[in-house]
């Protein structure tokens, strides 16, 4: 048996845009809803969610029957929690709050085995499915996506560098945190926010580094992926059931009176 190939971390490589979702329930159910419905990749949170291994566990499992690759938000730059991630079976991760490139090459070695990184070895996991994938450590580097999380006006700044950081499969912009360290706090899309991001994921992209981010706005989202970024998150499990049960509280409301 050979390891699959990843194709999200394919599409970053070649530069085809991606559609993803964030998914914040923790729940498997509540995954497996949103599964069949064909984004290119989904982002299940640890950072700012209860989520914990066997969540995400069932979570990943609702996902392996369909197209979209889930993507885990690790809780912090932790090598044993990436390992246990990874032992998971995760595709990928997403680092928060990189601020240097120190940082950034700690975040690509808990990727790695020896002697390129200081990922623990376990013969059989649910990633290697207990043993069977026989090329699973020759191949598995290459399959990973690493994505890399700045949040800060100082890691804006630092962007390029920890971009050219060996490993590092994509940029990903938080808007929402960058705001905040600007004074901006709840303005993720303030102009502000966004004059500080585009230049530098301008030229990002013109270096052939995928940058991504996540945006409620659908119409923003469709116009950033139109300007080069390559994954994108256009909306989130929890902002879907909150917005779509207020407005239905009101349309029925507003019918009623």
Not at 41 to 59: K, R, T
């Amino acid at each position: 048996m050979l390891l699959a190939q990843n194709t999200f971390t394919k599409a970053l490589k070649a530069g085809n845009k991606q559609i993803g979702l964030w998914i914040s329930l923790a729940n498997n159910f509540a995954a497996e809803v949103v599964a069949p419905a064909g984004y290119d990749w989904a982002l299940i949170d640890m950072e700012h969610s209860p989520n914990d291994y066997f969540s995400v566990l069932g979570q990943l499992q609702a996902f392996s029957n369909y197209s979209t690759v889930p993507i885990v938000r690790v809780e912090w730059n932790d090598a044993v929690a990436v390992k246990r991630l990874l032992d998971l079976g995760a595709p990928g991760l997403l680092f928060p709050m990189i601020q240097t490139v120190e940082e950034a090459q700690r975040a690509v070695a808990a990727t790695r085995y020896p002697p390129h990184g200081v990922r623990g070895v376990s013969g059989s996991t649910r990633a290697n499915k207990f043993g069977r994938v026989k090329d699973y450590t020759a191949r598995i580097e290459e399959e990973t996506a690493v994505l890399l999380q700045v949040e800060t006006r100082a890691a804006v700044e630092q962007a390029e560098a920890i971009s050219q950081v060996d490993g590092v499969s994509g940029i990903f912009f938080g808007p929402a945190d960058i705001a905040a360290d600007i004074g901006k706090l709840g303005k993720p899309m303030d102009a502000e926010v966004w004059g500080l991001i585009k230049p530098v994921a301008k030229r990002l992209i013109a270096q052939g580094v995928p940058v991504g981010t996540l945006v409620l706005d659908p119409a923003f989202a469709a116009e950033l992926l139109a300007e080069g970024f390559t994954f994108v998150a256009c909306g989130s499990d929890t902002s879907i059931l909150s917005r779509g049960a207020d407005l239905l509280l009101s349309q029925v409301e507003g019918a009623a009176t």
